[in-house]
Structures are given as C-alpha cells and as structure tokens.
C-alpha cells in the first residue's frame, strides 16, 4: 500500500507475469510509453482500451498578480496532458463488477426516499421537459390534443420540424374549412331549390313527395356528416400533423358531392322541370371542382417559381466576385507596356490590386457563423482565431440575450 | 488514434508480432492497474505518474425531477503528466 514503484518494477512484473524475458518486456513499455508521447506530438488522441485516453489541452494565457508586489503579470500557456480513464477502470478500481454496479443503482431506485434516481429513470424526465417545451406555442388548441402527441419529439429539431408541420397542417385546415363552407353554401341553395321544386309540385302526387323527402333527407344527413367531418379536422389535425389525413378527407368530400350529384337525379325523374335545375346543380358542383384544381395548379406553379428564383439567386452570388476582379486585370498589362505613364495611374493600379488582395484573402475566413449543436463562443474562438481570448471581441460585435447559451443556428459576426 | 493503430505502431518499433503486441500491451495495463488498485501509485520516468484518487460520494439534485440523487464513491485513476514530458510537449 501506498508504495511508489518506478517502471523498472512494472518491467519485471510484466516479464514475470507474461513469461518473456526482462529484456523484451523493457524494450516493449518503453515502446508503449514512447509511442503515446509521440502520437501526443502530432496532435492526435490517443485512445488506449483497457485504460483510457490520452489528450492534449492548451491552456491559454492568463493574468494573475503578485500578491506581495500587487503587480500584475501574465502566466504563459502551456500545453497539458489530460488523462481519462475508461469506465471499466474505474469500476475495477471501484471494486464493483458491471453486475454491481447495476444492483446498486435498483435497490437506490426503490429504497432510498431523499435520491437516487437511476439513468433509466431520467429518460422520461427529459421526455416530458421536451413535451412541455412546446405547449406556450400552441395555446390555441385544445389541450387534449397533447395526449396523441408522438413521442418521438425528442430534440428541439424535432419540435421545430412538428411546429412547421403544424403550421402547414393548419393552412390546409383553413383551405379545407372555406371548401366546407362552400359545400355548405350549396347545400343551401340545393335545399331551397328542393323546396321551391316541392311547392309547384301538384298536391295529388303527395306519394311520390314523400318518395322525394326521403332521399333527401339521406342527402342532408349526408352533407351534415360532411360538415362533421369538416369539424373534427380543426381538432385532428394539431394532433397529428401528418398531410395524410387531409387528403382522405378531401376524397370523402367529393365522394359525398358525387352522391348528391348521382342521387338528386334518380329521386326527381318523374319532373322535367327539375331536371333543368340538376342540370344547373351539376355544373355548379363541376366549377366548383374546376376552381379546386386551379387553386392547386396555382401553388404548385408558384412553389416552382420560388425555387427557380432560389436556384437563379444562388447562381448570381458566386458571379459577384469575379465582377469586380476583372477591371484590375487590364490595369496590369499597362504597367509593363507604357512605363512613361504618370504616378496617377500607376497609384490606381496598386491600389486596385490592393483591393484585389483584400478580396481575396476575405473568403478564406468567413465573416459569420452559423452556431451548430454544442458549440460556444469559446470554441468558435478557437476555431476561427486560434486563441480562446478574441471572446471578447465577439461580444463586442455581437448582441446575444445569453452569452452562455446561444440558440442553435444563430449567426455570429466574426470581427 | 485508435487501440488497433497503436498497437501497429509498437509492433513496427519493437519488431514484435501484432498477436505478442497486443498480449502484452494488455498484461502491461493489467500490471499498472493491479498495483493502482492495491493502492500503489506508479511512476514511469520522463511521461507520468498513475494514482487512485478516491472520489467521495455526493448528492446531486435534478431540476426537472425535482429529486436528490446520491453519486456513489469511487475510485478513479488519476495521471500526471511529469515536468520532463511537459518541457518537451511545450519546446515549440
């Protein structure tokens, strides 16, 4: 216990224990040491299993201050070696097996009353932090509507990509809403038509109107069912904003249109006079159904314009800087072919190919940043810098609510 | 670097075989952490020292849960670099 053993020692122990001789097991921890340091070297990370990893850190400079002097002055960084050992070391230094490890964790799980909560146990914490998450954004439907939420919100991405969707869903709700106001609307008129075609009716054929009311009753319960199922869309649809449901209920809709479109004819005829007025029906419903495809052909057309805007926008960016390079390249050739031409133009040229250079060496270090997962404004100094200190000219430049915690995707001005 | 390029480059040094390489590697990490976990700290000359460093238990608590939970003790081991490899990693 508590020995300090040097690597002679270590060398013996491991020629005794794997039977080679002291020479070749010399030769070979000292290989092994050597090896890390120079990978260490090249700046790699060495990774040893059954032990850990081997890394280097640079520490930067920084300011202390003599304390009997009350002066200031600057630690030089350095370069430091961290060590972290694998968990499995840690576990046999520990002197617990995976097993235990394991125990320990379940009995804690149900004895313990202050703590210890197993891992298995933080995973539906963090599901239902992530569930809370979006509930403030979608105040305006109905909480029940959470119960069907996926559980495959797992990341703030995703919550973005089921936002969007919502958002998208919620359009096509109102598209469909107005189309069932529509349908309604004709629902109306047909009744009225019904009931004007009912009163010139003569009161001798009282059989053959009750044969009429009959289907349309069918007809109306039908365009209700319709209409119902125009209201449940408003609630279904925040609850799982899949485009699939939308169109089925499009389908429903025109398959309903069709049966009162088949329907109305059959029931009326005996009456010529209302096969005029079906007649009108009929190419109301098939301008309605026109105006439907227009609509879609229309954002569909407008959806392509947008990309092709996009695409020609994107095309137009790289052309830019090759724009201003060109006039410094006839500036050029007039040096060497009119040497006797006065200071002023040669001044212009230096300066053109001056602001060339400045152009040039721009697009090496971009000027933002777009902040990615588990990155900070120190990391981004590093990056862009080379040093952990230009932090502070990143603050001066930019604005954040939050230093310490810059949303994902932010655009960070690089000075 | 990975365990396996490791070990390919210790074989290239020592003119050892891969299958030798890796059975010693493993007996000599083996050897180290028999005696880290006796208590003993183990010191190579010109890279670092090894030591068990305990690390006491402590309770941590968890926001969203609103819970306590007790971190076990354990033993981890602990490196130090020694000042000659920090003078040469720091030459340039």
């Known amino acids: 216990m508590n020995e300090k053993l040097s690597f002679q020692s270590i060398a013996d122990t491991l020629a005794r224990k794997s039977g080679v001789s002291k020479k070749v097991s010399d030769t070979f921890a000292k290989a092994f040491f050597d090896t890390i340091v120079e990978a260490l070297k090249t700046g790699e990370v060495v990774k040893i299993k059954g032990l850990g990893t081997f890394k280097l850190v640079e520490v930067g400079d920084r300011e202390s201050v003599n304390v009997s002097t009350g002066k200031r002055f600057v630690i030089p960084g350095y370069k430091k070696l961290a060590f972290t050992a694998e968990d499995s070391v840690v576990d046999v230094l520990s002197g617990r097996t995976e097993s235990d490890a394991q125990s320990y964790t379940e009995t804690t799980e149900h004895t313990e009353i202050e703590a210890s909560v197993s891992v298995s146990e933080e995973k539906p914490v963090e599901i239902e932090k992530l569930i809370q998450v979006p509930e403030p954004e979608h105040v305006e439907t109905p909480q029940d509507a959470f119960a069907g939420i996926d559980l495959l919100i797992s990341t703030p991405e995703s919550v973005e990509e089921v936002r969007q969707q919502y958002e998208e869903a919620k359009a096509k709700m109102e598209e469909a809403v107005e189309e069932a106001r529509k349908a309604n609307a004709e629902k109306l008129r047909l009744e009225k038509l019904l009931e004007r075609l009912e009163k010139n009716v003569e009161p001798e054929e009282v059989q053959a109107h009750t044969e009429n009311t009959q289907p ?197 001005k690089l000075p | 670097m990975t365990n396996k390029e490791f070990l390919e480059r210790i074989s290239q040094k020592t003119h050892l075989e891969m299958d030798e390489v890796k059975e010693l590697s493993s007996s000599l990490i083996g050897v180290v952490l028999d005696e880290i976990a006796d208590g003993n700290s183990v010191t190579i000359q010109g890279f670092g020292s090894f030591e068990p460093r305990e690390k006491a238990s402590r309770k941590i608590y968890n926001p969203t849960s609103k819970t306590y939970m007790v971190v076990p003790s354990k033993t981890t081991l602990s490196y130090k670099m020694s000042a000659a490899l920090k003078a040469q990693l720091n030459k340039e």
């Open chain 1, 216 to 412: 349309l009753a069918q007809q109306s319960e039908n365009s209700e069912i319709d209409d119902d199922d125009d209201g449940d869309i408003t609630y279904v649809m925040p609850e799982t904003p899949t485009e699939e449901h939308e169109p089925n209920d499009e389908t429903k809709r025109q398959e309903a249109l069709h049966r009162v479109m088949t329907e109305q004819p059959k029931t009326q005829e005996d009456e010529s006079q209302e096969k005029k007025s079906s007649n009108k029906r009929f190419w109301v419903t098939a301008l309605v159904v026109l105006l439907l495809a227009v609509l879609g052909l229309f954002i569909y057309l407008i959806h392509q314009n947008i990309e092709a805007v996009e695409n020609v926008q994107k095309v137009e960016q790289p052309a830019k800087p090759t724009t201003p390079a060109k006039p410094t390249k006839p500036a050029k050739p007039t040096k060497p072919a009119a040497p006797k031409v006065d200071k002023d133009s040669l001044a212009k040229a230096q300066k053109a190919d001056s602001v060339k250079v400045a152009e040039e060496k721009k697009p090496e270090r971009p000027t933002t940043h777009r902040m990615q997962r588990g990155e900070s404004l120190t990391r981004i100094s590093q990056k862009y810098y080379g040093t952990k200190d230009s932090v502070r000219a990143l603050l001066r430049v930019n604005t954040f609510a939050d230093p310490d915690n810059i949303p994902v995707g932010a655009v960070v």
